[in-house]
Antibody, heavy 120, light 109 residues
Framework: EVQLVESGGGLVKPGGSLRLSCAASGFTFRIYSMAWVRQAPGKGLEWVSSISPSSSSTHYADSVMGRFAISRDDAKNSLYLQMDRLRAEDTALYYCVRLDASETFYMGCWGQGTLVTVSS | QSALTQPPSVSGSPGQSVTISCTGTSSDVGSYDRISWYQQPPGTAPKLMIY???KRPSGVPDRFSGSKSGNTASLTISGLQAEDEADYYC?????????FGGGTRLTVL
């Protein structure tokens, strides 16, 4: 069974840092592109960042560029999101997502999310 | 890449059909078949329902179908059931970024 389990969320002050983790199981993690998608309380979905297999390329939404860093450890079947200089508007449920490919890419599998709250 | 436009809400009675639209531009929705749809019941994670405009993953009922015309993609749910009540999101991706629609709340009356 494919599973994505996020962890690392919590309460942090503005300007602080947090590192999210996503443990993957049930599939060959190293061959998949992965992503983080967030959802602010009561709001819609927002793509945050993506990473390709072998970490050969990474991409970020303008809203987090220069503050967040996505990475992966294929030996540990894990995805990470280092979040620095956090702002109140970063408060959200952060989902780990597997990107599947057919003729195009799509978000084939989602974790249950980890909540990040940025507040003084 | 700007957000895609979805109606905030739609509703229908059990057994009826509803269609949710997702409007972009000639630079995204109109140019590529990179459209997927996600269902999110209250308090749960999103679930893939449609990809590549009209393809259904295994396990998704054939009551769910997708299409595209010009700059607008659509998700149609036929034979509406109470369990279909959820938020629905479309998404499109350019070569390196992704954009979501604002979401549509489907209410089954």
């Amino acid at each position: 069974e494919v599973q994505l389990v996020e962890s690392g969320g919590g309460l942090v002050k503005p300007g602080g840092s947090l590192r999210l983790s996503c443990a993957a199981s049930g599939f060959t993690f190293r061959i998949y592109s992965m992503a983080w998608v967030r959802q602010a309380p009561g709001k819609g979905l927002e793509w945050v960042s993506s990473i390709s297999p072998s970490s050969s390329s990474t991409h970020y939404a303008d809203s987090v560029m220069g503050r967040f860093a996505i990475s992966r450890d294929d030996a540990k079947n894990s995805l990470y999101l280092q979040m620095d200089r956090l702002r109140a508007e970063d408060t959200a449920l952060y989902y780990c997502v597997r990107l599947d490919a057919s003729e195009t890419f799509y978000m084939g599998c989602w974790g249950q999310g980890t909540l990040v709250t940025v507040s003084s | 890449q700007s957000a895609l436009t979805q109606p905030p809400s739609v509703s229908g009675s059990p057994g009826q059909s509803v269609t949710i639209s997702c409007t972009g531009t000639s630079s995204d929705v109109g140019s590529y078949d990179r459209i997927s749809w996600y269902q999110q019941p209250p308090g749960t994670a999103p679930k893939l329902m449609i990809y590549d405009v009209s393809k259904r993953p295994s396990g998704v009922p054939d009551r769910f179908s997708g299409s595209k015309s010009g700059n607008t993609a659509s998700l149609t749910i036929s034979g509406l059931q109470a369990e279909d009540e959820a938020d629905y999101y479309c998404t499109s991706h350019a070569s390196i970024t992704w954009v979501f629609g604002g979401g549509t709340r489907l209410t089954v009356l």
